[in-house]
């Protein structure tokens, strides 16, 4: 069964615009390593240059954020769902211009 993850459509480019993928793994960790072998350049969108998830990349388990857990040590199981969200940036300034 694996665990189901979701791919936000600025990654969808490197999953051939799937917005699930399964992959199996026992972390949050070994599922995005996963993602990586199944599409190289993945781990380059949420792994900064130390190996770790920066900021402005937010996981989540089942709705919960990983560094609210054990971050990529988190364990999954399967049937789980893991979701990969990059923080937005920009946006219009409101008021009159």
Known sequence: MGVSV???SPF???TAQ???VD???STVGEVLDAL???YPGFGDLVYDRNRKVPAHINIYLNNQE???LDGVATKVSDGDQVAV???LAGGAV???R
């Open 6 to 8: 979701y791919i936000p």
């Open 23 to 25: 992959v199996e793994g």
């Open 85 to 87: 969200i990059p923080a």
């Open 94 to 96: 409101g008021g009159d």
């Open 18 to 20: 799937h917005s699930y």
């Open 12 to 14: 969808r480019r490197l």
């Open 66 to 68: 990983i560094h609210d």
């Open 36 to 38: 990586e072998r199944q």
